[in-house]
């Protein structure tokens, strides 16, 4: 059974950090993204890495702040996100797939967490 289970999230002030971690099981061989969504907003990628760490996508708004990573035994994915911004706020969702192919877009996971909330104040 493929289980998915993000960590981390809470509340931070604008300017501060977190680091998400999601724990995956029962999945190898699987690239893996961190997304969101906020309140009246379509999910959105926010990063994405390749099984084999080759290749690595940020969006456009990360500006350099937030770094995906994989621990050695790929059983867990990280989210560092640092200068973090009000329009940050959202509900992070890890995801993977194992279909050919580096994709960002949502519809081409099939397998997702429950999300974690993460909102920062000013």
């Known amino acids: 059974q493929v289980q998915l289970v993000e960590s981390g999230g809470g509340l931070v002030q604008a300017g501060g950090s977190l680091r998400l971690s999601c724990a995956v099981s029962?999945?190898?061989?699987?690239?893996a993204g961190w997304f969101r969504q906020a309140p009246g907003k379509e999910r959105e990628c926010v990063a994405a890495?390749?099984?084999?760490?080759?290749?690595?996508w940020y969006a456009a708004f990360v500006k350099r702040r937030f770094t995906i990573s994989r621990d050695g035994a790929k059983s867990t994915v990280y989210l560092q996100m640092n200068s973090l911004e009000n329009e940050d706020t959202a509900v992070y969702y890890c995801?993977?797939?194992?279909?050919?192919?580096?994709?960002?877009?949502?519809?081409?996971?099939?397998?997702w967490g429950q999300g974690t909330l993460v909102t920062v104040t000013s």
């Open positions: 029962g999945l190898r061989n699987y690239d």
């Open positions: 995801a993977a797939r194992t279909d050919s192919g580096f994709e960002i877009r949502p519809a081409r996971y099939n397998h």
């Open positions: 890495l390749s099984w084999s760490g080759s290749d690595t």
